[in-house]
Structures are given as structure tokens and as C-alpha cells.
């Protein structure tokens, strides 16, 4: 009984030396993530795990806030593609296109020909009279009884 008792509280001596070693390694983890290495962020991960099939009402408060972060923290491909000033940047590009765009319009509005024969209004009476004799949309159109529009003139 005496022996079986000692085992018991070297086990729990044992759990409360690795719970207190995990716990110095957990702590402050989301501020120390990035500078850790690969091998140590590995180790952590491999520690929290082997606590997390223990019960977890035994683990510590910064065990599960540890856990948490290395599960779904913004760390490896997690984290933000955006950096600050990104948005500033993104906009000063709009910005560049639309003035681009606009100042070639422009230069092609000014150098351009004159408008097609189309547009004037003697083509577009021509097409409405045309569309008359052709008896086009007779329901609601040009060619309809009582029709009041304008038809192809602007």
C-alpha cells in the first residue's frame, strides 16, 4: 500500500513537472510565436498535443489559449497577405488607371473623326420613314396607330 502510494505521488510529481515546463513554454506563446524556431515551435506544438489527450480540465488557461493559437492563430499560411499601408497603395493604383484612362479617352476623343453620317438628323428621319414604310413594330412602335415618339431622331 505504502509503495503504491509513492508511485501515485512520483506520477503526479511527474505531470506537475511537465505541466510546469509546458506551461513556461506556452506562456506569452502568441508574442514569442514568430521568433521561435522551427524546431521549438515544433516541440511546443508536440507538447500541447500530448496534453490535450489528458483532460482538459486539468490543463492550464495559457496550455488552452496556446493550443488555440497554434490550431488557428494568424501564423503560417493563416496569416494576413496584407500588410499596413496595403490599402493606400491599392487605391493610389485605382486612382493611377482611372486618370490613365481617362487622359487616353481624351486624346482619342480629340484626334478622333468626325461623327458617322448616321448621326445626322436627315439619316435619322430617312430611318424613321423607312421604318414606316416597312410597317416595323406596328404594335407599340414607329409604325403603331396614334404613335407620338420621336422614333430614331435624338
Known sequence: MLRAASRQLAGVQRVAA??????????NLEARW????????????????EAQKGDWKVLSQED????YY??????????PLTKP????????GVA????????????????????????????QEATNEYLKSQNSNPISGISSEG????????
Open 18 to 27: 511537465r505541466r510546469n515546463a509546458s506551461t513556461l513554454a506556452v506562456e
Open 34 to 49: 514568430k521568433t521561435l524556431s522551427t524546431q521549438e515551435q515544433n516541440s511546443i506544438a508536440k507538447q500541447l498535443e
Open 64 to 67: 488552452k489559449k496556446a493550443a
Open 70 to 79: 497554434i490550431a488557428f492563430g494568424p501564423h503560417g499560411p493563416r496569416e
Open 85 to 92: 499601408g496595403h490599402s493606400a497603395k491599392v487605391w493610389g
Open 96 to 123: 493611377g488607371v482611372m486618370v490613365a484612362s481617362a487622359a487616353l479617352f481624351y486624346v482619342i476623343r480629340v484626334n478622333g473623326e468626325e461623327k458617322p453620317a448616321t448621326f445626322s438628323k436627315e439619316w
Open 147 to 154: 404613335y407620338k415618339g420621336k422614333g430614331y431622331v435624338q
